[in-house]
């Protein structure tokens, strides 16, 4: 049995990242926004520098509502918690717990690194993504 996260990113246009996630019988496929933050830089993040009894969260922005996932490691555990909001600035209501996953390194933070492997190598007009990668000082 497949007890691995898939996630694909697609061609980014007009600041709008196509997103397919995939747990079992559980799918989620938005479009998330570059606007507010980098879920790009924040999936690097997390599958770069994510230790021990942390948290950190990725936010996919779809301009109001917004989809949360949450991933904490304990040793060679990982959990990864995904919510949902009708509105990211709405600081009174919880945003609604849609699914926990748990899992070791290969079945939740491999499959993040495949899809910035595979991002990587799309082709795209950097216009309709804005991503500075360079560490310039």
């Known amino acids: ?3 691995k996260i ?3 990113l697609g061609t980014p246009e007009h600041g ?22 980098d879920p790009i830089e924040e999936l690097m993040d997390v599958t770069m520098k994510l230790q021990d009894n942390e948290v950190k ?9 917004a989809y949360f996932f949450d991933i904490t490691k304990n040793k060679n555990n990982f959990r990864l918690s995904i919510s949902y909001s009708d509105d ?9 717990l849609l699914h926990t996953i ?7 933070i491999e499959p993040l690194r495949l899809a910035l ?9 950097k216009r309709h993504w804005y991503v500075d990668n360079d560490e310039e000082e």
Not at 16 to 37: C, E
Not at 58 to 63: D, H, M, N, P, V
Not at 88 to 96: G, M, R, S
């Open 1 to 3: 049995m497949n007890n």
């Open 6 to 8: 898939s996630i694909s």
């Open 16 to 37: 709008w990242l196509p997103v397919v996630f995939r747990y079992k019988d559980f799918q989620i496929d938005f479009d998330a926004s570059n606007v507010l933050n």
């Open 57 to 65: 969260r990725i936010t996919w922005w779809l301009e109001a509502p």
């Open 88 to 96: 990211l600035f709405d600081k009174v209501t919880e945003p609604q």
């Open 102 to 108: 748990k899992g070791s390194e290969d079945e939740i």
């Open 117 to 125: 492997k595979h991002f990587e190598m799309l082709t795209y007009e």
